[in-house]
């Protein structure tokens, strides 16, 4: 379990210091209390599940991929890109995150130009940070790198995604990516799936039997900490907290954005790991206001409150 009084205060301070995300307009005489609370964006690309979201000041962002425009819908890529626009101009000014279909540096490139043109005060691309290999074992190993760091140079904010451990991070926010993103659901899932039972938690991504590697068995997909540190469900929060730690080392303004959650409560861990902005499917998001006590007593004051209706 995540232990609160793990927090550090360097992680506090770096969240003091990053840029204010309530803006209170000028005139107004009552300040916002919440100033540089962390930001929530919606993952997903239906509209009319952003709306009422966007209109009750839940989110400031949305997240999308082309899963969730096709489920959104899409049956073309200009279809795609009609919808993505028309959540672009919904949540203006509010960031919206595109996701790349290509693979190929030249053509992410050219295609990340395109979606930013659908609104450049707004949009953000989403680069997978690495996998290429994956799809081709000929392809460069630092597409995704090499990606980030010329739509940097093009004034082009970039969110690296597939992130899943605290060097791809500190990669992804030296190219210039101006968010990163770590899947926490999908960490637990694969040590649930890929974990040796008769070796402690975690072992699928972090054993070290032989420090030489003299056999090549060991794992080190992410540190002892994430892996190891607790139950494989928490093993996301750590890796946010890993980072944030890290960050605040260096003093590094790339915004965490806490990705692949599964259930309200990890709302609430997250935000304690220290991350700066949370991506939440709009199921877990119609939820946020809700508690049984809530209800309950909701119920007694209402009836309670009767006796002044006559």
């Known amino acids: 379990m995540f232990e609160v009084s793990s927090i550090t205060s360097a992680i ?36 009319e599940e952003i709306r009422p979201l966007y ?51 030249e053509a992410m490139i050219a295609q990340a130009q395109e ?9 953000v691309i989403k680069v997978a940070i690495g996998g290429y290999r994956a799809l081709d074992p000929n392809a460069d190993p630092f597409t995704g790198l090499k990606v980030i760091r010329k739509l940097w140079e093009m004034d082009i904010r970039v969110n690296a995604t597939l992130v899943f451990n605290t060097t791809q991070a500190f990669w992804a926010a030296n190219a210039g990516a101006v968010y990163v993103s770590p899947f926490l659901g999908r960490l637990a899932d694969y040590m649930y799936k890929n974990d040796v039972p008769e070796r402690p938690a975690g072992n699928s991504l972090y054993d070290v039997v032989d420090h030489k590697d003299t056999k090549g068995d060991q794992h080190v997909a992410n540190t002892e900490y994430v892996a190891r540190a607790g139950q494989r469900k928490d093993a996301g929060v750590r890796l946010i907290r890993e980072i944030a730690a890290v ?64």
Request: charged content about 20%; hydrophobic content about 40%.
């Open 12 to 47: 506090a301070r770096r969240r003091c210091g990053m840029a204010i995300t309530n803006v209170t307009w000028d005139g107004k005489p009552l300040p916002h209390p919440a100033p540089r609370a962390p930001r929530i964006f919606a993952d997903t690309a239906e509209i």
């Open 55 to 105: 209109e009750a000041g839940i989110v400031n962002g949305v997240t999308t991929n082309p899963t969730l425009l096709k489920k959104a819908g899409a049956t073309s890529w200009e279809h795609a890109k009609e919808i993505l626009s028309n959540i672009l101009r919904l949540v203006h000014p509010n960031p919206v995150s595109l996701e790349l279909t290509k693979t190929t540096a």
């Open 115 to 123: 979606l930013h043109a659908l609104n450049p005060d707004n949009a």
């Open 247 to 310: 960050f605040s080392n260096y003093d590094i303004h790339s915004e965490i954005l806490a990705a692949s959650i599964r259930n309200a409560v990890q709302l609430s861990e997250v935000m304690l790991a220290g991350a700066d902005i949370l991506t939440v499917p709009a199921k877990v998001l119609s939820t946020v206001a809700d508690h049984p006590l809530s209800s309950e007593g909701m119920i007694s004051f209402n009836d309670d409150a009767q006796v002044f209706s006559t």
